[in-house]
């Protein structure tokens, strides 16, 4: 009998945790133990679903008291609410938290959490991002910010709700750490209007969004008379699920602390 590494996953019944629970009931040493999601998620009553029980923050510690780890695919304020409302069921478990767009309120939340449990926070659970990631930082440190200019191009699907993708953002940490500066000054949100002549250093971003498209990111090194360019594609929001999934068996046998994707890919 296989020692089964029991899950709980919040955002249950959006895309990302439906596509986790039928990955997790074809893993023998994996056991779905239930859901977290906002009373009436609208995933609720497709098929799909995982079974039940489905608890919300603030009665969901009977469920985690079951659970080896949590898995949270849903939105930075659920994210948030849970993380207040379940500080003592969630205390000892693995926490894997994909959910983009955290603000710095979750953040913290998240570092607290980390002293009590191994918690892996990661905008981009596949193995080619982060990759993607170091093959960005190398170019940005050997392409100076004066001859090299960089656009970081994403596409998701018309139901993300944050833009620029954590993904793109990410990269766009890579390449600000490696050129020695904060993105937070080098961040151009597209461009419009009488931009003038493009800043040395700047980092623009540009989010397009539409159909059901599950992510793409394109990094442009432009310099003068060549262009580098670095992209990853998505073909399936399955390689993200797997990806939480190798996160969280990983996570299970490790001690409190905070960790990336490349922690766990030994990238
Ligand atoms: N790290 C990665 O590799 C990775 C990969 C894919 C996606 N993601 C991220 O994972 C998260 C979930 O993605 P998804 O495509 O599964 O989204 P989704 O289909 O919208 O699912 C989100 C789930 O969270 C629930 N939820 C609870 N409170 C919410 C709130 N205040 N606002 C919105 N939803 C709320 C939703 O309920 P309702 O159905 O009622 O809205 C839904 O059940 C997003 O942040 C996305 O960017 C990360």
Known sequence: MINQLRIVVSGATGRMGRTLAGLIAAAP????????????????????????PLAQPGAAAELLAMADALLDFSAPVFTAELLRREARALAGRALVVGTTGLDEEVLSLLRSAAERSPVVVSANFSVGVNLLLGLVSEAAKRLPPDRYDVEILEAHHRHKADAPSGTALALGRAIAEARSAAL???????????????P????????????????????L???????????HQAEDRALFAEGALVAARWAARRPPGWYGMRDVLGL
């Open 184 to 198: 937070d000054r080098l961040r151009r949100d597209g461009r419009s209007g009488r931009t003038g002549v493009r």
């Open 221 to 231: 090194f432009l310099g003068p008379r060549e262009r580098l360019e670095l992209a």
């Open 200 to 219: 040395a250093g700047e980092v623009g971003f540009h989010a397009i969004r539409g159909g059901d498209v599950v992510g793409e990111h394109r990094v």
């Open 29 to 52: 040493d994996l056991r779905l133990v239930g859901g977290i999601d906002r009373a009436g998620a609208r995933g609720e009553a497709e098929p799909g679903n995982p079974a039940p």
